[in-house]
């Protein structure tokens, strides 16, 4: 795969970390939203349950937002490690 190829895949796996990023935070938004709701609701299985939810929902936004960062590094230094600036933008160099 050519370095240029390449480096438009590992872009496109950067916004889908983005997205994931996203969408594990609206589940708990979604997730904060029941437990507000099971105030008045008193339901014992959601009060019961909901904590765990959130931690392992958490745990996984953790995990996603540490590799997003992590890769993004990566994704940095393989640009300026194969002198991409130029072929990326001709102006850049």
Known sequence: MEKLQKLELMDKVQRELEDLQKSQTAVLKKLSQIAAHNIT?????LEE?????????????????????????????????????????????
């Open 41 to 45: 609701l008193g339901a014992d299985l």
């Open 49 to 93: 349950k909901l904590p765990d939810l959130e931690e392992k929902v958490n745990s996984t936004l953790t995990i996603t937002t540490e590799l997003s960062e992590s890769f993004a590094v990566y994704r940095d230094k393989f640009y300026t490690g194969n002198n991409l600036a130029a072929a990326v933008d001709p102006t850049a160099g």
